[in-house]
């Protein structure tokens, strides 16, 4: 079990703050042991999810070790194989869900290529692309940031500069 106070991944919200447990907030006879979660982007908001798990990942965060690891290493995570346009939100999708930073640079990646085409045939990124693109450097910088102890701007920099050192 998580602690108050306590910094935690969950899902496709990034890092969020422990603020607490209690007893099912929803009623209905429902016993279970929840966690209220308050994540860093939205200080107004507060998430009830059950502390014995669910269907979103909800995970510690990973050491600035691995941090600095995946960060060396982010060139060699290639994009994301979306098998038809009809299946790019999904695919989108279901990589963030994994709250895995691997799959946060493969995301970024994808719509940072598909962003130079849409340049070069004078066209707009989709909403799409641009929608899990903002959730994927979210949950990516805010906790590499948090780990490594530096700022969401510096851990963008060092991204950028590792994926183009490609």
């Keep these: ?4 106070g306590e910094k935690i991944v969950y899902g496709s919200n990034g890092v969020c703050i422990i603020k607490g447990s209690c007893v099912s907030p929803f009623g209905g006879g429902d016993l279970r042991v929840y966690y209220a979660l308050q994540p860093i982007d939205d200080a107004d908001s507060v998430i009830y999810t059950p502390a014995s798990g669910g269907r979103v990942v909800l995970r510690p965060l990973i050491s600035a070790q691995e941090a600095e ?6 060139a060699s995570y290639g994009e994301l194989a979306v098998p038809g346009e009809k299946q790019r939100r999904e695919t989108y999708r279901a990589a963030v869900a994994t709250a895995d930073p691997r799959e946060y640079i493969r995301v970024i990646r994808t719509v940072e290529h598909r962003r130079a085409n849409a340049l070069r045939t004078h066209r707009h990124l989709a909403a799409t692309d641009a929608e899990f693109e903002r959730i ?7 906790e590499f940031a948090i780990v490594l102890g530096t700022t969401y701007t510096d851990i963008e920099t060092r991204l950028m500069k590792s994926l183009k050192a490609k």
Excluded: D, V
């Design 69 to 74: 690891e995946i960060l060396s290493e982010a």
């Design 136 to 142: 994927a450097r979210s949950s990516l910088f805010n």
């Design 1 to 4: 079990m998580f602690e108050t």
